[in-house]
């Protein structure tokens, strides 16, 4: 029987083994006697890993984090609730904190976050390994939690960590309770798709004070116009910051201390320059106006 085959075309084994023979023909080449090249970590700044004592933020609440990144702690009659970590090496330090606050692993109940980056979820698989606790989130955290941070929007693979599980998702207004406390969830969608900032009421000097633990809201090197990946990127911003000018807030504490005026290692006055929400918010929004100019002006420019 004649062939059925168009003149000049391949068959498909050979079409394979061509296609094969270009894809390493572009692959670099590795000399037998050099190594392969060395992992290049996340490396950040020293005070985001420096160690400092726990201190007391309300009669229930501790700040348990480093001297730039914020870890609370939330100790309750029926246990307790870790509100962010920090960089992944933190978790013995998280775990040796909570110890020295009279909290046992397994007094550890949940597990909360703001946003799902390696700043600040890093050690949080390693906290549920040792504690069991649950871990809250959201659906759009819960994704990049899986992941291990990779293939983020704005940074690829350039800041993983180990990945998580969450156990229990919650809608925008959902609140968490434990012990009377209740933790109540609004998406800030300012610095992630899935950023979370939480509510709750504890004493502090005397008298009930709402504590607003408040996503950050930068926009660190991000794409800003005609993101590609993010299209209602800069929309999204503004739903965030009028959410944060909502919330009730007698004392804000932000996942990067400094951004709401906190000087965690100062013990003498560790908070000597109070910001209200909508302060933080402002700020915040002023500085995305910021970026987005330079980034038009930039466009314009080319």
């Known amino acids: 029987m004649p062939s059925t085959r168009s003149p ?3 068959p ?15 692959l670099p080449a590795f000399a037998a006697d050099a190594p392969l090249p060395q992992l290049q970590a996340y490396e950040v700044r020293e005070s985001w890993r420096q160690p400092i004592e726990p201190f007391r933020i309300a009669e229930h609440t501790w700040y348990i984090g480093t001297q730039g990144l914020s870890a609370l702690l ?5 246990g307790a609730v870790l509100i962010d970590g920090g960089m992944p090496q933190a978790a013995d330090m998280l775990l040796a904190h909570m110890a020295a606050l009279g909290v046992a692993p397994g007094d550890l109940k949940y597990i909360l976050h703001s946003h799902a980056h390696g700043d ?30 990779s293939d983020d929007i704005h940074f690829g693979d350039a800041i993983v960590y180990p990945p998580a599980r969450a156990g229990r998702l919650v809608m925008d ?24 900032s939480w509510t709750w009421t504890d004493r502090r000097d005397g008298r009930d004070t709402a504590i607003a633990y408040v996503d950050s809201i930068s926009a660190p090197g ?6 590609p990946r993010y299209p209602r990127i800069v929309d999204d911003y503004r739903r ?3 959410a944060i000018r909502a919330l009730p807030c007698g004392l804000l504490v932000t996942p990067h201390p400094d951004a709401s005026g906190w000087t965690p290692a100062n013990a003498d006055d560790r908070l000597p320059r109070p910001m209200s929400c909508r302060d933080y918010a402002d700020a915040g929004e002023r500085a995305l106006d910021q970026r987005i100019a330079e980034q038009r002006a930039a466009k314009a420019g080319d």
Do not use: C, W
Not at 12 to 26: I, V
Not at 74 to 78: F, G, M
Not at 178 to 187: I, K, P, W
């Open 8 to 10: 000049g075309r391949l």
């Open 12 to 26: 498909s084994s050979a079409r394979a083994a061509l296609a094969t023979l270009l894809a390493l023909s572009t």
């Open 74 to 78: 939330v100790k309750t009659d029926a």
């Open 120 to 149: 600040h979820a890093g050690p949080v698989a390693a906290i549920q390994r040792a504690t069991g606790a649950t871990l809250v989130s959201n659906a759009e955290s819960a994704v990049l939690l899986a992941r291990g941070g």
């Open 173 to 196: 207004g959902e609140s968490i309770e434990l012990g009377g406390m209740r933790f109540t969830v609004h998406f800030t969608p300012a610095h992630t798709p899935g950023s979370m």
């Open 222 to 227: 991000y794409r800003l116009l005609d993101n």
């Open 240 to 242: 965030g910051f009028e």
